[in-house]
């Protein structure tokens, strides 16, 4: 019965603010206006391929030169939408379809989440704790923002995937909840590399446990690395992908794939040696042998994944990256966003860390570790706030549950301390976030009125700011020279060439790209310099080769190439 309460819970609050996301976002959705570029590219996946291009073929034939780029992308996360889509089509039609599966996935998601995170809480804190965890973790900013109807892009379902290792780390030690966690951290693997180190942190308290000779320690290691290794087994033939061989680190390679099967024998390495062997200290010689062994036959294997981003340009990662909201440092980000973002994870931390040391309980030790790391890797990337957030609810709901014992007013300190989405609202006094993005609203760059204006347009090729260029994939049938994604080395140095270059170097990039239209958002490049073509077309000086498409507007503006009135050609 317990299991089924909180499985009735976490759905029924799931439910409720899956359909308050979605009643608040109905005019978006129900056009399939989605709310980021990368779910809108996720759509559009999902479609290609079922529309009959091959499982294994990740390209987006319409980005960048041809025959189009490859993502570094899975098909596992296409999987449910796929199947949402392809079942209910015949019956409701494609577009209702697709509306059906944009809200249901994330919303599942959500769910799955929730229960998740109270049976973690219910081990560490029985029922004083759990279902408040339950509250805790569905308000828990940002993690909340990617579980938002339309949000089909693999983050929600890596997290769900970082949620199973953590329930199978705090459960009682066996070969069990080690097959469990190694399987889902396959699963991890496949889907994307952004949470591996969280992953790998999961694995280090687990060896932690290995090193005290705890009893089951041994068979969950054993457990762990087995199903690590038989997941990627299976992974590599289902999901492996047409650029499988490419030596890269930023998706589910060969490069990856090696990787990590070397490091499943980890694991088992350490459960093998120390079978017999009771002593920490030589349980920790053996078990920095193992480490030292495996990690060199990563490197040597995988030596791209010791810059998994080293392929991509400087100027792109100086122009485009650090406008990559949650791609920046927690040290670099401004300050509203820094505490937004990482406010309640760090909460967590405190919390996590105050119940080890009232507890002792090797359990909160453990879930603390990956609450580290997260925080650790919020300093490369302030993505890893998703899941340093949901991990804060555990310890927030402890700290919550003793503060009933001390009157009201700690009870309303409490909960103001443990509400992820105060956080970005006080942050606000500090000054402005980027949390709003102003080509999303009414009339702007990426809005459904701009996209509807793209999609009437005749075939042809797009040069946009990129951001554009993503939301233009999924909502037009144009082909688009740039959008925000890494491998698109070339099509994206193309698009800032363009803007930020004199009109007569743009024009040799527009033909040298054969493109056909041309569209500038007014948030866009604007501190470009003065005779760049981004300059001249905020001020309505346009060269005579972009003829302008409708009514001028500071948010948004269209224009057509007509390469008869190129007034300078040069070589590229």
Do not use: K
């Not at 599942?108 to 219910?122: K, S, Y």
Request: proline content about 6%.
């Amino acid at each position: 019965m317990t299991l089924r309460g909180d499985a009735l819970a976490a759905f029924a609050l799931a439910l409720l603010l899956g359909a308050v996301w979605a009643w608040r976002d109905w005019g978006a959705l129900s056009a399939l206006h989605l709310p980021d570029a990368d779910a809108m590219l996720r759509l559009q996946q999902v479609r290609d391929w079922l529309a009959g291009q091959g499982f294994a073929d990740l390209r987006q034939h319409r980005l960048g030169a041809a025959p189009g780029i490859a993502l570094q992308w899975s098909r596992l996360p296409d999987l449910v939408p796929g199947a949402i889509i392809a079942g209910l089509t015949p019956l409701l039609g494609a577009p209702l379809a697709e509306l059906v599966a944009v809200i249901v996935w994330p919303t599942a998601l959500f769910a799955v989440a929730l229960l998740l995170v109270t049976r973690i809480a219910r081990v560490l804190g029985g029922s004083a704790i759990a279902r408040t965890a339950t509250v805790v973790a569905a308000i828990a900013f940002p993690t909340t923002t990617i579980f938002l109807p339309g949000r089909i892009d693999p983050h929600g379902l890596q997290i769900v995937l970082l949620l199973i290792v953590i329930r199978a780390l705090v459960a009682r030690p066996a070969i069990e909840p080690g097959l469990v966690a190694g399987f889902a951290a396959a699963a991890g693997v496949v889907v994307g590399t952004e949470t591996v180190p969280l992953l790998a942190a999961a694995g280090a308290a687990m060896a932690i446990e290995w090193l005290r000779a705890r009893a089951g320690a041994d068979d969950r290691m054993m457990g762990f690395g087995i199903g690590l290794g038989a997941g990627l087994l299976a992974a590599s033939i289902v999901f492996r992908s047409a650029l499988w061989n490419d030596a890269v680190c930023d998706g589910f390679t060969v490069t990856v794939w090696r990787a990590a099967v070397i490091a499943a024998f980890a694991p088992m390495g350490m459960a093998l040696a120390a079978r017999d062997i009771a002593s920490p200290a030589t349980r920790a010689v053996l078990g920095a042998i193992i480490v030292a062994l495996i990690g060199t036959g990563i490197v040597l294997v995988a030596p791209e994944c010791l810059a998994p981003g080293g392929g991509i340009d400087p100027l792109l990662v100086r122009l485009w990256g650090v406008q990559v909201g949650d791609a920046q440092s927690i040290f670099t980000a401004p300050l509203p966003t820094a505490i937004g973002y990482a406010g309640v994870m760090v909460a967590g931390v405190l919390a996590s860390g105050w119940r080890l040391q009232a507890t002792r309980d090797r359990r909160w030790a453990a879930l603390l570790t990956v609450q580290l790391a997260a925080v650790l890797l919020s300093g490369v990337e302030l993505r890893a706030a998703y899941a340093g957030a949901i991990l804060a609810a555990p310890g927030l709901a402890a700290v919550i549950a003793a503060a009933r014992a001390r009157g009201a007013m700690t009870v309303i300190g409490a909960w103001f301390a443990s509400a992820g989405m105060l956080y970005p609202i006080a942050a606000q006094a500090l000054g402005p976030t980027r949390g709003g993005d102003a080509s999303a609203a009414p009339g702007g760059c990426t809005a459904p009125a701009t996209l509807a204006t793209l999609r009437g347009l005749p075939p042809g090729g797009l040069l946009a700011p990129l951001d554009l260029g993503g939301y233009a994939i999924g909502a037009t049938s144009l082909r688009v020279v740039g959008a925000p994604y890494p491998r698109n080395v070339a099509g994206n140095l193309a698009v800032y060439r363009f803007f930020l270059g004199d009109p007569a170097h743009a024009a040799a990039i527009a033909q040298g790209w054969h493109v056909r239209y041309v569209a500038m958002c007014g948030d866009s490049f604007d501190t470009a310099a003065g005779t760049s073509l981004a300059h001249a077309l905020r001020h309505g000086q346009a060269p005579n080769w972009l003829v302008p498409i409708g009514r001028r507007d500071p948010a948004f503006a269209l224009y057509r190439i007509d390469t008869r009135l190129f007034s300078e050609r040069r070589a590229l």
